[in-house]
């Protein structure tokens, strides 16, 4: 219809993938200029998901031009993974971390931009160590192994160095929270377009009740003091993943005692045991096995057990 001739590979993406021809029809010109030049069939490093990024966010100054602009972006790559995965031109470990590196990419630049747009409203965080004051984004779960797909959420935490006040008189937390708002605001919310990912903050200290965002002193004190176990196994994953990066991972180093325990006693490993008959119990799965309604993620033997006995 688009007037775009398709060869047999295009053919056999385009019968497996709703997705695809969705992208395809979306973004007609796009798509066409696609194909004749190739980019479907190349690989793709960071560097070119970083320039590319940079060019179709560049001189954007509002919200809904921002996420517009991200969606579109964000299905053309995803486009590109999906043509290379079906058409069997990439490894199962190109697509996870090819999808992981566009994570890192556009959250990395969205936070860029939404700092500036904080800073003029609320003022500078006050600097630390010498350098401009900037959220650290800590990804979990598979963002945090590099390990996403498709249909993955990013489950986030927003951390910051030092507390403090902007040059505005508003603290460091008021300032970071706004930032994460106005951070999920781009990525999580459903437009015309879609959304990019699904933000899932639900693994930060407190969860639902907690700040958005907290400094790193008070994260390693709920950690150290208040830190549960299922907290241990999440941040077994975690990585910096956005924002200053060194910082971030300057801190997660400081977390090690937390994570790691020096001794693994049968008290740990009960923990782990306790935990896994609570999930069970709390969905509902107990009794006997049966193929018919087992649910391959929380039921017996599922994907929850095999990580709890990874991580144990």
Wanted: charged share 25%; aromatic share 10%; glycine share 8%.
């Amino acid at each position: 219809a688009a007037g775009v001739p398709l060869d047999a590979d295009a053919q056999h993406v385009f019968a497996l993938s709703d997705f695809a021809r969705s992208v395809a029809l979306a973004q007609p010109e796009w798509f066409r200029a696609a194909i004749s030049s190739g980019l479907l069939e190349r690989p793709m490093t960071a560097d070119d998901l970083a320039l590319e990024a940079a060019a179709a966010l560049a001189g954007i100054g509002d919200m809904p031009a921002l996420q517009s602009a991200l969606r579109r972006l964000r299905n053309r790559f995803q486009l590109r993974f999906v043509w290379r995965h079906l058409a069997c031109r990439a490894a199962l470990e190109e697509t996870t971390t090819n999808l992981s590196v566009l994570a890192d990419t556009l959250i990395h630049a969205v936070l860029e931009r939404v700092h500036d747009w904080a800073a003029l409203r609320e003022g500078e965080p006050a600097p630390w160590e010498g350098q401009r004051q900037r959220m650290v984004v800590l990804a979990l779960g598979k963002l945090g192994a590099r390990e996403l797909n498709l249909s993955s959420d990013v489950d986030l935490v927003f951390a910051y160095p030092e507390a403090g006040s902007t040059a505005r008189g508003r603290t460091h937390q008021q300032f970071f929270v706004r930032c994460g708002q106005l951070l999920i605001q781009a990525l999580d919310t459903v437009t015309a377009d879609g959304f990019v990912f699904r933000v899932d903050m639900r693994l930060r200290p407190y969860g639902d009740s907690g700040p958005l965002a907290m400094s790193f002193h008070a994260m390693e004190d709920y950690f150290l003091t208040q830190g549960r176990d299922w907290e241990r196994y999440a941040f077994i994953k975690a990585r910096a993943c956005a924002g200053d990066i060194a910082a971030g991972t300057a801190f997660l180093q400081r977390l090690t005692p937390f994570v790691w325990r020096k001794h693994l006693d049968f008290a740990a490993i009960q923990d782990a045991h306790d935990m896994r008959l609570r999930i069970r119990e709390h969905k509902g799965f107990h009794g006997p096995i049966t193929l018919e309604g087992h649910n391959m993620k929380l039921g017996a033997g599922g994907i929850r057990e095999i990580e709890f006995f990874t991580q144990t």
